[in-house]
């Protein structure tokens, strides 16, 4: 496995300036960096869940710690995995900080979320969060549904062993015509499939 120190870096560092923020009240400014996160997307893919977003750093975390003291992830039910669900909560973000804002009162959505996202992970694997529950990740998953840069399988290289299907976080690599394909709409370009690449076939880049 490569590792990739700066992104471990930025990633603590962004959690820490996401606790201070919170520490001092001023979550607005990281609404403002989810909302660059969000308008960057078409341009170089979800680099703010995989790298900047606080719960991806949490569940990542959670995941390592699982995985040391061999906790199993229970089966996501059929019922969670319903894509309407995770723009249902969206949605219901959107209300509760418009409430908020009316109110003058700050409602600790994003709080709420880091705990649900760390429980979650817990109990299941990266997987039911990232890709069928986190709000966050509807906005992005639509901005960035035509990004310009992001993870590209070289199918010369690859042989399709099945490794980064099996470890991505938000079951972004997909099966078509029997070869494995990211879906750069759900990849949260984490790294992870090319940091556990045998082939070392998989690139961030641009997209044909």
């Known amino acids: 496995m490569k590792k990739k120190p700066v992104k471990i870096i ?3 560092a962004s959690l820490v300036l996401f606790f201070v923020m919170l520490r001092t009240n001023n979550l607005k400014i990281w609404l403002a960096i989810f909302l660059i996160g969000v308008a960057s997307a078409p341009i170089i893919g979800r680099i703010y869940c995989g790298w900047v977003c606080p719960i991806h750093t949490g569940t990542m975390f959670m995941t390592a710690i699982k995985k040391k003291f ?3 992830s229970r089966v996501i039910p059929n019922s969670l995995r319903a894509p ?4 249902a909560l969206a949605a219901l973000l959107v209300v509760v900080f418009v409430i908020g804002e009316i109110k003058g009162r700050r409602i600790p959505a994003l709080v709420f979320l880091f705990t649900a996202g760390i429980v979650i992970t817990l109990m299941y694997s990266e997987v039911l969060w990232h890709r069928y529950l986190c709000p966050y ?3 992005l998953k639509v901005a960035a549904s035509k990004t310009k840069r992001g993870m590209v399988i070289d199918k010369n290289i690859c042989k399709d062993n099945g490794t980064c299907k099996n470890i991505c976080p938000a079951e972004a690599v997909v099966t078509l015509d029997g070869r494995n394909q990211i879906d ?3 990849c949260l370009v984490c790294m992870k499939c090319k940091m556990n690449c045998q082939e070392n076939a998989i690139f961030y880049k641009r997209i044909n």
């Open 10 to 12: 930025i990633q603590l």
């Open 137 to 139: 990740g509807a906005f």
């Open 70 to 72: 061999n906790i199993k």
């Open 184 to 186: 750069n709409s759900e």
């Open 84 to 87: 309407w669900i995770r723009y």
